[in-house]
Every structure is written in C-alpha cells, then in structure tokens.
C-alpha cells in the first residue's frame, strides 16, 4: 500500500515542473517565484493529503516540493511552498504535529543555507545536490524519530520489521522522486537557455550582416578622404598643425571599420605554421610600453612549446584585444600576466589581471555586440576576439570577481589542423 501511495506523490511532485514549463513556454505567465511558490506549496499539501497512514505517521514525499521550490524558485517561493506545508500540517494535527514542526525548520533551513552554492555549480552537480540535501529532511525525520521512540516509549509506535521497511522504501522512494524532478528542471533550464542563445544569435547575425555592409560602403570614401588630405598636407601651411589630428582620427574610424569588418566575417588570410610561445613572448614585447605607460607590470610564463596552424595575424589580433582590455581594466601598480599551458589535446592562453573586474551582469554581457564600459568605448573588442578564436575551432571563457580581476582563458584544440576555412 505504501509504494502505491508514494508513487503517486511522485506524480504530484512531478505536475508542478511539468506545468509551470509549459505555461511559460507558452508565455501564458512570466518567471515568477510565487506564482512557482504556490504550485509547489499545492504539491507538498497533496501529498500530505494522500499521505499514507501507519503507525501513527504521516508518510508522504513533502519535502521533495520543499527542497525543490527553494533550489530551482529561490527563497521567496521556498518560503510559500514551506507555509503551505506548515498550514496543511496544522489543519491535519494528530499526535506528532510537533514533531512535523520541529522537522521542517531544521530540515528548510539547509537548502536555504547552500542555495547560492546550488546555483554555482554546474548542471550535474546540482542534480546531484537536489538528491544528497533532498535525503536531509529523511535524515532527520528518522533522527528525530529515533530520539521520539527511545524517550516516549509508545506502544502504538515501536521499531519493528514493518516499520525499518517502511523506512527503506519511503528513502528510496524520495530520492528517485528528486532524480526525475531535478533532471526534468535541469531539463526545462537547459532548453530556455538553449532558445535564447538561438535568439542571441540570430540576432547577432543580422547586426553583423548590416554592419558589414555599411561598413564596407563608408571604408571606401573614407579611403579617398584620407588619400586626399595626406596630398594636401604637404601643400596647405596655414592649417598644418591640424593635419596629423584629422588623418589620426580618420585612421581611427578605419580602425574601427575594420573591426567590424573582421567581426561580421573573419578571414583567415595567411595560414602558417608556428610556435605559441614566440606569439607570446611577442605579445609581451608589443604590449609591455603600453602597459610600463599605465604603470602596469605585464609578465608571461610558458609552459609549453606547442605548435599551431592557423592565420597567425587573426590570433594576434584576437590576443591584443584581450590583452588590452585587461590593461585598460588594471589601476597603476596591477599586474597582467599571460600564461601559455597545454591541457588534454588543447592549448591555454590565460590572461590575468589584478584589476576592477565584472559584476555578474557584465560579465553575461562580455563579447556580446556593442557592449562596453568605457566612455570611448566601441564594444568591438571582444566580440572580434571571440569571433576569431571560435572560428579557429577554440572558446573563449571569461570570469571575473569584482574589484579583484578578471581571467580571460583562450582555449584553442592542439590536435586537428586549424586551417579549415572559417564559418
Ligand atoms: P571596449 O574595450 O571598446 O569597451 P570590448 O569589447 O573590448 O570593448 O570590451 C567590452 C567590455 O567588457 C569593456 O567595456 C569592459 O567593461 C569589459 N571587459 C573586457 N575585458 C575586461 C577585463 N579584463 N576586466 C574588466 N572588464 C573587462
Ligand atoms: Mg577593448
């Protein structure tokens, strides 16, 4: 009778996921934790309602809607879901409504403690959290039952073969019940996210179609200009001075439409065949006056002698922008360092700086289109970084602590050639 009973509360506990993802795929409701609060709270008070009767207990999966709500709708939605189960258990009363009391604050309290840490962690990691802090409300239910037992002493609740069964078979019960429901979250998120990168980049592509277009139509004119002026130059004494500003400014704005150029399209010129650290030990020197003028340390530490096949200029490029970012990000007396290593089959470009970081949201941003900080900022920079190393068949991985740094990784594949031609 028992196994029946929980099988159905895995249904409930199961309908809110199913539910919520599907009014929200639909848009019939936006992401709202009370809203989520609610449908979990209506969960763990069903179950207690079709709750299996014995001994003198209520055994039922409650704490599976408890512990989800607060993992996967927050603390605002935990603490609705948690009401619901404390008013339910109140209107149900009975001889351990105490003990229900004394289980539910100890039980809630460690989910709520480790939410943030839910959150940092990885998809499969949190589906194996859901299951280990998902058996700490059994744990103590059991705890506490043990110590109720011992001291009372009740003839009509006593440790015995069909009790111990019980027990095994509720434990068991639970935890398949938050597999399924973590995994089908886990699920619901992934696709979310999934339909949004899509969206993402849809739209991506057609900015970076428009921009290339009219990039390439203003690059033209701007070319004659600057071949004019540099003409006039020579002859033209009375506006001399203001000669070497207008042509900067013009190399400029081309800088600028290259950029673009580059980001809506990255053409992998001239394939070579060269060695990291060289690259590296470049960068260090080109970039080194300009970091020495911030009054910044710049250092370099190899770590492999790898090898690589791809448009070398492309790289150095892609290189550059991040080095300069993380320069730009850096106070006078910070350190960037850059660090060559390999990992499996791949190779690591890590640079490091000591410098203001990202919040969170920033830090979502960073590489998207246009996105940027600085008052003269183009918000090219990275865009074009990743573009390139992604088309190189590498990744580009940013993270980042607020006033403490920033730890941009390139990751580029040792193994298969990087000469194919770019998507
Ligand atoms: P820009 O440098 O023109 O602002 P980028 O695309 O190069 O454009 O950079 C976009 C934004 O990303 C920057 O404005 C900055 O806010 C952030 N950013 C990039 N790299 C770092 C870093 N190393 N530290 C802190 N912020 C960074
Ligand atoms: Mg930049």
Not at 182 to 199: F, G, P, Q, T, Y
Not at 208 to 218: K, R, T
Not at 395 to 405: M, P
């Amino acid at each position: 009778m028992i196994v029946e009973k929980l099988l159905l509360h895995v249904l409930i506990v199961l309908a809110p996921v199913l539910s919520y993802s599907f009014l929200f795929e639909h848009r019939k409701i936006g992401r709202s934790p009370y809203f989520l609060g609610l449908l979990y709270g209506a969960a763990a008070s069903l179950c207690m309602y079709f709750a299996y009767y014995d001994s003198s207990l209520y055994w039922d999966l409650r704490y599976v809607p408890v512990v989800l709500s607060i993992f996967y709708g927050g603390p605002i939605s935990g603490v609705i879901t948690i009401a619901a189960l404390m008013l339910t258990r109140t209107a149900m009363g009975g001889e351990t409504l105490f003990l229900a009391y004394i289980t539910a604050v100890i039980s809630c309290a460690v989910p709520f403690l480790i939410y943030n840490y839910f959150w940092q962690s990885n998809p499969k990691k949190r589906v194996y959290l859901s299951i280990i802090i998902g058996s700490w409300p059994t744990l103590v239910q059991l705890i506490i039952l043990f110590i109720y037992i011992y001291f009372k002493k009740d003839d009509f609740l006593v440790f015995d073969q069909r009790l111990l069964s019980y027990i095994a078979v509720f434990g068991t019960i639970q935890i398949l019940a938050f597999v399924f429901a973590a995994v089908l979250n886990e699920s619901v998120i992934e696709r979310n996210l999934m339909k949004d990168e899509i969206r993402r980049s849809e739209k991506q592509h057609t900015l970076g179609e428009l921009a290339a277009s009219i990039a390439h139509e203003v690059r033209n004119p701007l070319t004659v200009v600057k071949g004019f002026l540099q003409l006039m130059e020579g002859e033209d004494e009375r506006h001399k001075h203001y000669y070497p500003l207008i042509l900067s400014e013009l190399g400029r704005a081309e800088n600028i439409i290259s950029d673009y150029l580059n980001f809506a399209k990255p053409e992998f010129k001239k394939i070579e065949t060269f060695p990291l650290p060289l690259l590296v030990m470049e960068l260090s020197i080109l970039l080194n006056p300009y970091a020495l003028k911030e009054g910044i340390s710049l250092t370099h530490t190899i770590e492999s002698d790898a090898v690589i096949t791809t448009d070398r200029n492309q790289l150095k490029q892609a290189l550059i922008n991040i080095l300069k970012n993380a320069v730009e990000a850096t106070p006078t007396e910070g350190r960037v360092t850059i660090k060559l290593m390999e990992e499996d089959d791949t190779v690591k470009i890590i640079v490091r700086d000591t410098g203001k970081g990202m919040t969170k949201e920033q830090l979502a941003r960073v590489g998207s289109l246009f996105f940027s900080t600085k008052e003269q900022g183009t918000g090219l920079g990275t865009m074009v970084s990743t573009r390139i190393i992604e088309s190189m068949g590498g990744r580009v991985d940013y993270t980042s602590k607020l006033g403490k740094g920033t730890k941009v990784s390139v990751t580029l594949p040792l193994t298969h050639l990087l000469s194919r031609e770019p998507v």
